[in-house]
T-cell receptor
Framework: AQSVTQLDSQVPVFEEAPVELRCNYSSSVSVYLFWYVQYPNQGLQLLLKYLSGSTLVESINGFEAEFNKSQTSFLLRKPSVHISDTAEYFCAVGTSGTYKYIFGTGTRLKVLA | NAGVTQTPKFQVLKTGQSMTLQCAQDMNHEYMSWYRQDPGMGLRLIHYSVGAGITDQGEVPNGYNVSRSTTEDFPLRLLSAAPSQTSVYFC???????????FGDGTRLSIL
């Protein structure tokens, strides 16, 4: 069965420092990859998506993600974080031929002043 | 454009009671799904639907029923509530296979 792993359950980082959040998945077929962000007491919001094409994906709020097929990873990065980036980040994977999405267990990013 | 609307936002039930969590979307999305979110476990798929009249089980379907009579609505029914069903429930929809999902704001359910 497919699985999605986010090994870091919590990541503390100081404001204006860079951050990397890791996501690994197990699948031998074509995948669709997503990063979602969840602020307290809210639903999940799409941050980034990889469907095909360039392995580097950028969002409008400074985050970028890199897809590595050989390592089956989808790394989320931001070069300089803000207090407002404090949230929980979820990686999700869908595979071609199915409508199901599998979510990782989430990484709580806490940005410290 | 309301997106995905879930009602109620909060609910407290007693063990054995039944209830329906409502989910509606106004984006004409074919795919809809229900997840539960528990601390340290991420989101787990309960049931999903790929169109009106078509539903299937996800990872944790026991104790829950769904139906999809229209494209817009996808209610989740708890048949006989148990404390293990205390959770935050999210409904999501997407246009098609492989597309990003749009989430509702969730329903916080407590079973006493």
């Amino acid at each position: 069965a497919q699985s999605v792993t986010q090994l870091d359950s919590q990541v503390p980082v100081f404001e204006e420092a860079p951050v990397e959040l890791r996501c690994n998945y197990s699948s031998s077929v074509s995948v669709y990859l997503f990063w979602y962000v969840q602020y307290p007491n809210q639903g999940l919001q799409l941050l980034l998506k990889y469907l095909s094409g360039s392995t580097l994906v950028e969002s409008i709020n400074g985050f970028e993600a890199e897809f590595n097929k050989s390592q089956t990873s989808f790394l989320l990065r931001k070069p300089s974080v803000h207090i407002s980036d404090t949230a929980e980040y979820f990686c999700a994977v869908g595979t071609s031929g199915t409508y199901k999405y599998i979510f990782g267990t989430g990484t709580r990013l806490k940005v410290l002043a | 454009n309301a997106g995905v609307t879930q009602t109620p936002k909060f609910q407290v039930l007693k063990t054995g009671q039944s209830m329906t969590l409502q989910c509606a979307q106004d984006m004409n999305h074919e795919y809809m799904s229900w997840y539960r979110q528990d601390p340290g476990m991420g989101l787990r798929l309960i049931h999903y639907s790929v169109g009106a009249g078509i539903t299937d089980q996800g990872e944790v379907p026991n104790g829950y029923n769904v139906s999809r009579s229209t494209t817009e609505d996808f209610p989740l029914r708890l048949l006989s509530a148990a404390p293990s069903q205390t959770s935050v429930y999210f409904c999501a929809s997407s246009l098609n296979r492989g597309q990003p999902q749009h989430f509702g704001d969730g329903t916080r359910l407590s079973i006493l």
